[in-house]
């Protein structure tokens, strides 16, 4: 695929780009098929992780409250919690917390944004508070682990 975009743009670079995605889809399916991949059975489970997901990639700069998300689910904290422990074995707030690291972490190894200014980024009103959040979470201060893995 690289090979293909380095050539000189054609009419037919766009047809061969997509065949070739197409076959590197197909070929990650078969190595899928090897490893013995069990596909999660459709239920209302997975529905409401894939629903309490969108909602946490939608919200989670501004909502870090599990009953945020039961909310405009129209579900019971007990039942999300019930979801995503089956589904993914962790609970709403383990992946609400996974998902704004994992944010910070990006936001810290990419740019050059102050902590401060990444406190208030993510939602956060106070950045002592978000310090202690970040440590208990990874062990490291946001500047430690900027030092650690910094690509800016």
Known sequence: MTQELNQTKDPLQADI???????????????????NFIEPKKDAD????????DLL???FK??????FYAREMNISEKRLNQSTSKVFGKTPKEIIDDRILLETKRILAHTNLSVKE??????????TNFIK???KHS?????EFRENHSLA
């Open 17 to 35: 780009l997509k065949n070739l995605l197409h076959n590197f889809l197909l070929n990650a399916e078969r190595e899928k098929r090897k490893q």
């Open 118 to 127: 990444i406190c208030y980024l993510m939602g956060f009103e106070e950045p």
């Open 133 to 135: 959040y970040f440590k």
């Open 139 to 143: 062990s490291l201060t946001p500047t």
């Open 62 to 67: 501004t909502q870090k409250q599990v009953n």
């Open 46 to 53: 997975l529905d409401n992780v894939m629903l309490f997901k």
């Open 57 to 59: 990639e939608t919200h």
